[in-house]
């Protein structure tokens, strides 16, 4: 009895451990996977990041507060103007020819939205630890 309980007990100490390193996590590597655009009075269209112009792979570094291409043929690095946290999500923003705003889950999950002058985008992603 007593090796379950320690069991359960060291269980419960690593499930909350993963939890904290979640969110303690400040470089990322993510795959953008989806793109949409949307704009008034017409349907939305999903593109591939290579139509819409974006890199295949990202790497999200909290400290430097940067978004930088690791595809080769997209040489770009974007400002991270500001972080906050809020429970198992970390939302970024930042401009760059529009605003943005980008939710990085503590599952991975990543959510990009960007908006211009009567156009709308949402690109979505998975993110890893390197």
Do not use: Y
């Amino acid at each position: 009895m007593a090796r379950i309980i320690a069991f359960v007990l060291a269980a419960a100490m690593l499930a909350g451990a993963t939890q904290v390193a979640a969110a303690d996590v400040k470089v990322r590597t993510c795959a953008l996977t989806k793109g949409i655009e949307c704009i008034p009075d017409e349907a939305c269209v999903e593109w591939t990041m290579q139509e819409m112009g974006l890199p295949r792979f990202v790497r999200i570094d909290l400290d430097a507060k940067t978004i930088t291409s690791l595809d080769k043929e997209i040489a770009r690095t974007s400002k991270i103007a500001t972080v906050d946290r809020l429970e198992r999500l970390t939302v970024l923003h930042g401009t760059e020819l529009r605003g943005w705003s980008a939710a990085l889950g503590d599952s991975g999950a990543l959510t990009l939205s960007a908006s211009g002058d009567a156009e709308g985008f949402i690109v979505f992603g998975n993110c890893i630890s390197p």
